[in-house]
Protein backbone atom coordinates (compact mmCIF):
# COMPACT_ATOMS: atom_id res chain seq x y z
CA UNK A 1 0.00 0.00 0.00
CA UNK A 2 1.24 3.53 -0.77
CA UNK A 3 0.14 6.48 1.07
CA UNK A 4 0.84 9.78 -0.50
CA UNK A 5 0.71 13.65 1.50
CA UNK A 6 0.58 16.48 -0.14
CA UNK A 7 2.03 19.91 1.15
CA UNK A 8 3.08 23.39 0.00
CA UNK A 9 0.34 25.10 -0.95
CA UNK A 10 -0.97 28.51 -0.49
CA UNK A 11 -2.22 31.81 -1.29
CA UNK A 12 0.36 34.01 -3.90
CA UNK A 13 0.00 36.96 -6.32
CA UNK A 14 0.48 36.35 -9.86
CA UNK A 15 3.69 36.06 -10.79
CA UNK A 16 4.94 34.61 -7.93
CA UNK A 17 6.33 30.98 -6.81
CA UNK A 18 6.05 27.59 -4.56
CA UNK A 19 7.39 24.28 -4.02
CA UNK A 20 4.75 21.58 -3.70
CA UNK A 21 5.83 18.52 -1.85
CA UNK A 22 4.75 14.97 -2.00
CA UNK A 23 6.16 12.30 0.34
CA UNK A 24 5.09 9.25 0.59
CA UNK A 25 5.08 5.70 2.36
CA UNK A 26 5.68 2.47 0.71
CA UNK A 27 8.52 0.09 0.22
CA UNK A 28 7.75 0.43 -3.39
CA UNK A 29 7.49 3.75 -4.02
CA UNK A 30 10.91 4.50 -6.07
CA UNK A 31 9.49 2.41 -8.56
CA UNK A 32 6.30 3.69 -9.62
CA UNK A 33 5.95 7.03 -11.83
CA UNK A 34 4.40 9.91 -10.18
CA UNK A 35 2.35 12.64 -11.65
CA UNK A 36 0.65 15.49 -10.21
CA UNK A 37 -2.85 16.79 -10.85
CA UNK A 38 -4.99 19.52 -10.04
CA UNK A 39 -8.61 20.31 -9.95
CA UNK A 40 -10.58 23.86 -10.01
CA UNK A 41 -13.77 24.55 -8.87
CA UNK A 42 -16.57 23.03 -11.08
CA UNK A 43 -13.73 21.10 -13.51
CA UNK A 44 -12.17 17.97 -14.29
CA UNK A 45 -9.46 16.88 -12.77
CA UNK A 46 -6.64 17.39 -14.77
CA UNK A 47 -3.00 16.28 -15.80
CA UNK A 48 -0.05 18.68 -14.61
CA UNK A 49 2.94 16.51 -14.79
CA UNK A 50 4.75 13.39 -14.16
CA UNK A 51 8.09 11.94 -13.52
CA UNK A 52 9.17 8.45 -14.40
CA UNK A 53 10.60 5.83 -11.30
CA UNK A 54 14.57 7.40 -11.37
CA UNK A 55 13.70 10.81 -11.92
CA UNK A 56 15.73 11.17 -15.28
CA UNK A 57 12.41 11.99 -17.51
CA UNK A 58 9.52 14.23 -17.39
CA UNK A 59 6.14 15.06 -19.42
CA UNK A 60 4.10 18.24 -18.78
CA UNK A 61 1.24 19.63 -19.83
CA UNK A 62 1.22 22.11 -22.12
CA UNK A 63 -0.50 24.77 -20.59
CA UNK A 64 1.84 24.74 -17.49
CA UNK A 65 5.38 23.86 -19.96
CA UNK A 66 8.27 25.68 -19.01
CA UNK A 67 6.69 27.12 -15.71
CA UNK A 68 6.65 24.54 -13.73
CA UNK A 69 8.97 21.99 -12.70
CA UNK A 70 8.66 18.15 -11.23
CA UNK A 71 11.04 16.57 -9.46
CA UNK A 72 12.00 13.81 -6.77
CA UNK A 73 14.22 12.60 -4.16
CA UNK A 74 14.22 8.34 -4.11
CA UNK A 75 15.83 8.63 -0.72
CA UNK A 76 13.37 10.64 0.89
CA UNK A 77 10.39 9.54 -0.89
CA UNK A 78 9.33 13.04 -2.08
CA UNK A 79 8.40 14.50 -5.32
CA UNK A 80 7.90 17.82 -5.45
CA UNK A 81 6.13 20.37 -7.88
CA UNK A 82 8.27 23.45 -8.26
CA UNK A 83 5.25 26.07 -9.44
CA UNK A 84 6.76 29.60 -10.54
CA UNK A 85 4.99 32.03 -12.70
CA UNK A 86 1.70 31.50 -10.87
CA UNK A 87 -1.37 32.76 -13.13
CA UNK A 88 -4.83 33.22 -11.27
CA UNK A 89 -6.01 30.18 -13.92
CA UNK A 90 -3.62 27.96 -11.75
CA UNK A 91 -5.82 27.96 -8.94
CA UNK A 92 -7.06 24.54 -7.99
CA UNK A 93 -6.24 21.64 -5.52
CA UNK A 94 -3.22 20.31 -6.47
CA UNK A 95 -3.15 16.46 -6.17
CA UNK A 96 0.11 13.70 -6.31
CA UNK A 97 -0.45 10.48 -7.69
CA UNK A 98 1.45 7.22 -8.29
CA UNK A 99 1.23 5.01 -11.39
CA UNK A 100 2.36 1.46 -10.37
CA UNK A 101 2.81 -0.20 -13.68
CA UNK A 102 5.95 2.42 -15.31
CA UNK A 103 6.88 -0.30 -17.85
CA UNK A 104 3.94 1.21 -20.17
CA UNK A 105 5.51 4.75 -19.91
CA UNK A 106 3.95 8.14 -19.26
CA UNK A 107 0.11 8.25 -18.94
CA UNK A 108 -2.21 11.30 -18.40
CA UNK A 109 -5.32 9.97 -17.80
CA UNK A 110 -6.03 9.74 -13.69
CA UNK A 111 -7.63 6.88 -14.09
CA UNK A 112 -4.49 4.88 -14.73
CA UNK A 113 -3.29 6.30 -11.11
CA UNK A 114 -3.70 3.79 -8.50
CA UNK A 115 -2.64 5.99 -5.29
CA UNK A 116 -3.62 9.59 -4.50
CA UNK A 117 -3.18 11.96 -1.84
CA UNK A 118 -5.64 14.00 -0.28
CA UNK A 119 -4.75 17.07 -1.90
CA UNK A 120 -3.40 20.69 -1.39
CA UNK A 121 -4.85 24.03 -1.82
CA UNK A 122 -3.03 26.84 -4.58
CA UNK A 123 -4.49 30.23 -4.81
CA UNK A 124 -2.69 32.81 -7.13
CA UNK A 125 -4.45 35.96 -6.64
CA UNK A 126 -4.54 38.63 -9.25
Known amino acids: QVQLVESGGGLVQAGGSLRLSCVTS????????VGWFRQAPGKEREFVAVINWSGDSTYYADSVKGRFTISRDNAKNTVYLQVDSLKPEDTAVYYCAADPNPRRGFVQSRYEYAYWGQGTQVTVSS
Open 26 to 33: GRTFSTYN
